[in-house]
């Protein structure tokens, strides 16, 4: 099956600064990636996500980019904000057949005012 | 608002008690899972149901029982737990099986075992 590996596992920055997080996924054949956010308190929610493809996708602050070859893809948060601090969390699927999201154990990410 | 409701937010029992989590989602998917969220562990996925029947149970103790009465309901039977099991809950949709795609989760049932 799909292994997901997340690191760093904590992650404190100032705010201003940027942040990058990294996942590594075992499985060839998957080609779904989602980012998930989960506030103090909340369910995780998909923040941005990006398919086989394509090597990189941008939101405003959030880009995620694509490695197929090394199995490796990393989010990227610039310019963060106190609001910003969060869990994040990688995931890789296989669209297509019924392939379940296999998850990383997360980041927390702390933004200091 | 994400569309999915989990009850009750919180719930505290004993090890002989029986009690039920439930999770309704009104974003017309027609797959519903059970995650457990342990501190400093990865999100654990216990069950799927896709078009109301079980896809996945992913080796979980018989001493927690899902059913699944419709698409949009989603039931978390629990009976003589253990206080290992303290956890975080969570309940999630999304289209159909195969195309996965976006989960949608709601905000959690945190369970203490006394």
């Known amino acids: 099956g799909e292994n997901v590996e997340q690191h760093p596992s904590t992650l404190s920055v100032q705010e201003g600064d940027s942040a990058v997080i990294k996942c590594t996924y075992s499985d060839s054949a998957s080609n779904y990636f989602p980012w998930y956010k989960q506030e103090l308190g909340k369910g995780p929610q998909l923040i941005i996500d990006i398919r086989s493809n394509v090597g990189e996708k941008k939101d405003q602050r959030i880009a995620v980019t694509l490695n197929k070859t090394a199995k490796h893809f990393s989010l990227h948060i610039t310019e963060t904000q106190p609001e910003d601090s969060a869990v994040y969390f990688c995931a890789a699927s296989r669209t297509g057949g019924s392939y379940i999201p296999t998850f990383g154990r997360g980041t927390s990410l702390i933004v200091h005012p | ?114």
Request: net charge neutral; aromatic share 10%; charged share 20%.
């Open chain 2, 1 to 114: 608002e994400t569309g999915v409701t989990q009850t009750p937010r919180h719930l505290v029992m004993g090890m002989t008690n029986k009690k039920s989590l439930k999770c309704e989602q009104h974003l017309g998917h027609n797959a519903m899972y059970w995650y457990k969220q342990s501190a400093k562990k990865p999100l654990e996925l216990m069950f799927v149901y896709n078009f109301k029947e079980q896809t996945e149970n992913n080796s979980v103790p018989s001493r927690f029982s899902p059913e699944c009465p419709n698409s949009s309901h989603l039931f978390l039977h629990l009976h003589t737990l253990q206080p290992e099991d303290s956890a975080l809950y969570l309940c999630a949709s999304s289209q159909g099986l195969p195309n996965t795609g976006e989960l949608f989760f709601g905000e959690g049932s945190r369970l203490t075992v006394l």
